[in-house]
């Protein structure tokens, strides 16, 4: 075992790469449950926007069509559950996991070609001077242009729901759609956003995992990330800067073990490679008793009897 | 315009023909789905649905139905007890993992003694393990108020791991030559649950069709059952009719449990035959597929576990045959279940045509 092989400037620089997925995930996830409405289909929008940024940037060879049509199949997707849940009015949670199973069966359909396949690289970008300071030059200033995407979303979606009218409106249709609804608000048409935004979101995190994290395709290549994302907002309390803050923990959680399978603890890899899923589960039960910050009509059917 | 009006009551008729007309639509669509693949769409339904019953090869499919049919049948019978009070357990996947590793565990301890307490003793510890793996969502949501959905889901990430830890490590067959993977315990008669191989029998087939009696008994002649259908149907009535809230997740998420943790141990003491990494393939996640496609109820279940277990089949040999992708089936059973759930509206509402009026 060799500790010292771990290096802590390049340890954070890793986290804040393995991090970006699950963070862009879960602010689209808040603002989903922000308007009220829970989709559990993270973790299928995330794999079918792995797989249609990989392909297209593939075939394209351009990393950035691949994040933007990442985005339009999570979205894509998405629409599915927007049929489902906003005009078929149908059982959130059943929807949320069928998009889930289809999700993962579809991708791994488009995706049959593409195992072995080598992406495009995505370009870092390169502060003149500031990228080659010793300690914050790789950590602050040595990135793609996604993962800082990722944080300037974080500050926007605060900023938004924080300060704008359509922030407003938005927490108004999630906390109560029935007042909402009477004071005139499209209740529908305000969740169907959320949820295309959601799914973006989260196809977006999925390319990030396919082109920049791992770079390659294979089946159920997000292992459960959908998820971590998804208990990441409960336990962000619905908090934008939360959300960023819990993401970097997972993040940080995940490198680590990574780092000390490959320095050789004594500890057997399977129980590492759990540590995430673990961790996620008690900081559920640490935060989760307080519940009060949850949207007051998230998960409930809206349908305007008149 | 078109207006929804809601039921005064769910439509019966409806809620009986949805399954049916859901899966109609999803052959129209997973056809012309295949059609795209480059696949006959018609042959493909065919090579899916009629093959394994009817076709040349039929002697051999049928009792695959039983193999396939028993474990979903047997996870969704537990899953619905929770769905209909509105409890999700969606980590079936992983207490199936753990039941089957518990019960293995069991079995292999007294390798290679020859007793006939052998196999009752590892069903035990199979329905304990799977038991004892919901236990954790279902106290921390009673202690704690934490999601049972994410708590659940969660834990079939870790059990997974668990699978891979056991199989490579402790449960390792001693004279496998150092490859991953236990002893077979279907070569083991003690602690094999197959009862007659060549017509696909084993315990799992028994005990999902004992199940599947006593779930429509507890559901419909017993108070508990009643207290689960009033919870979902309305938690606040049944509050102050008395049901404690506490001990229905505990009983749903532990009923489930035991069933998944059973369906594990049948399936890794015969049709599996030992611990591997790559044992399980996703049962507990189809299972929840099979609940709603069997509208929660216990003979419905049974129905769509034997069609679920036809896709599997089907799905296999068009895959053998038609050179159809594995993930096909998987995208076909997905698609089943949304138009299943869309097509619930007609239960739920009343869709009229009406003039658009003046407000």
Known sequence: MDLSAINPVLLVASLMVAATPILLAAIGELVVEKAGVLNLGVEGMMITGAICGFAIAVETGSPWAGFIGAAAGGAALSLLFVLLTQL??????????????????????????????KPPATPKLEFLGLSDLSVIGPILFHHDLILYFGIVLVAAVWAALKYTRMGLILRAVGENHDAAHALGYKVVRIRILAILFGGACAGLGGAYVSLVRVPQWTEGMTAGIGWIALALVVFASWKP??????????????????????????????????????????????????????????????HAAR | MIVLEKRPQPSREWALATPLVAVLATMIVGGLLF???????????????????????????????????????????????????????????????????????????????????????????????????????????????????????MLVYVAEQLLASMSLGLLKNPEGHGFPGSRNLADYPSATSWINQDVGLHWGVAFAL????????????????????????????????????????????????????????????????????????????????????GRLHPVGILLAGALMALTYIGGEIAQSQLGLPAAAIQVFQGMLLFFLLALDLLTNFRVRMRKSEVA
């Not at chain 2, 009070?85 to 089957?100: D, K, L, M, V």
């Not at chain 2, 259908?229 to 001990?247: E, S």
Request: proline share 4%; with cysteine.
């Open chain 1, 88 to 117: 078929a009015l149908a059982n959130q949670v059943a929807s949320g996991l069928g998009l889930t199973l289809f999700g993962l069966g579809f991708s791994a359909l488009l995706g049959q070609s593409y195992v072995g396949v």
């Open chain 1, 241 to 302: 800067w939360r959300v960023l803050l819990g993401a970097y923990l997972f993040g940080g959680i995940t490198v680590l073990q990574l780092n000390l399978q490959a320095a050789g603890v004594a500890i057997p890899v399977e129980y590492l490679a759990m540590s995430p899923y673990v961790v996620t589960i008690l900081v559920l039960v640490i935060l989760s008793a307080d519940k009060s910050s949850a949207p007051a009509s998230l998960g409930r059917i809206f």
């Open chain 2, 35 to 153: 059609g795209a693949l480059g696949t006959n769409p018609l042959v493909a339904i065919r090579t899916i649905f009629w093959d394994p019953l009817f076709g040349e090869f039929a002697f051999y499919y049928r009792p695959q139905l039983l193999v396939k049919g028993a474990p979903l049948v047997l996870i969704a019978i537990g899953l619905s007890l929770g769905f209909k009070a509105g409890i999700w357990n969606i980590g079936a996947e992983g207490q199936y993992i753990i039941g089957a590793l518990v019960g293995a565990g069991i079995g292999l301890a007294f390798y290679p003694l020859d007793a006939w307490y052998v196999f009752p003793l590892m069903v035990i510890g199979g329905a304990v393990g799977g038991w004892a793996w919901a236990m954790i969502p279902a106290l921390l949501k009673v202690r704690f108020g934490t999601n049972e959905i994410l708590v659940s889901l």
């Open chain 2, 210 to 293: 004992i199940a599947v009696i006593f779930a429509y008994v507890l559901l419909n002649r017993h108070m508990l059952g009643f207290h689960i259908r009033l919870t979902g149907d309305a938690p606040r009535a049944a509050r102050f009719a008395g049901v404690n809230p506490a001990r229905l997740i505990l009983f749903c998420l532990g009923a489930s449990g035991a069933l998944a943790g059973l369906a594990g141990l049948f399936e890794i003491s015969g049709p599996a035959g030992q611990v591997s990494i790559d044992f399980n393939i996703g049962y507990g996640f189809t299972a929840i597929i099979v609940a709603f496609l």
